[in-house]
């Protein structure tokens, strides 16, 4: 099990999990319409944060499931 540096109640690991999914979902709308707009410099960093993101979710999701 990888816990984070400051282990988080399981609600509050819950909340994160949340807002994480909350706020890749804003991130893909807004690259969606970067793409629209034909504004590909931004793309690669929407991808970038989103990635990370996603990562994050993922490790928090599994800390999760450890409890």
């Given at each position: 099990m990888k816990m984070t540096n400051q282990t988080m109640s399981?609600?509050?690991l819950i909340?994160?999990?949340?807002?994480?999914?909350?706020?890749i979902k804003v991130l893909?709308?807004?690259q969606e319409e970067r793409?629209?707009?034909k504004k590909l410099?931004?793309?690669?960093?929407?991808?970038?944060?989103i990635m990370?993101?996603?990562?994050?979710l993922?490790?928090?999701?599994a800390e999760l499931a450890s409890y």
């Open positions: 399981k609600s509050n909340n994160h999990i949340n807002h994480l999914k909350l706020e893909e709308h807004r793409v629209i707009d410099d931004a793309i690669i960093i929407y991808d970038t944060t990370v993101l996603k990562k994050r993922e490790e928090s999701e």
